[in-house]
Nanobody, 111 residues
Framework: QVQLVESGGGLVQAGGSLRLSCAAS????????MGWFRQAAGKQRELVAI???????NYGNSMKGRFIISRDNAKNTVYLQMNNLKPEDTAVYYC?????WGQGTQVTVSS
């Protein structure tokens, strides 16, 4: 059974930082590309960042230079470091691996 469990969301002021974690089980993590997506209220889900099994990364346009995705294969965990957060970053953030999704973690950025 595949499980992706996110943690680390919360309320932060604009300009602040948060670090999200996603612990994976039931997949061969070291061979899996992992991603973060987000969905704001009333909007479509969008790509935040992706990291391949060999560590190559790709980011959504509005996240470049502010967010960093990383992975720890020994811990089966993928991270999203979010810096200089803006109110428009407010959304539910989801961890993804192929067709599997986590339950999401809420990030709220106050102005």
């Amino acid at each position: 059974q595949v499980q992706l469990v996110e943690s680390g969301g919360g309320l932060v002021q604009a300009g602040g930082s948060l670090r999200l974690s996603c612990a994976a089980s039931g997949i061969v993590f070291r061979l899996s590309a992992m991603g973060w997506f987000r969905q704001a209220a009333g909007k479509q889900r969008e790509l935040v960042a992706i990291i391949t099994s060999v560590g190559s990364t790709n980011y959504g346009n509005s996240m470049k230079g502010r967010f960093i995705i990383s992975r720890d294969n020994a811990k089966n965990t993928v991270y999203l470091q979010m810096n200089n957060l803006k109110p428009e970053d407010t959304a539910v953030y989801y961890c993804n691996s192929v067709r599997y999704w986590g339950q999401g973690t809420q990030v709220t950025v106050s102005s």
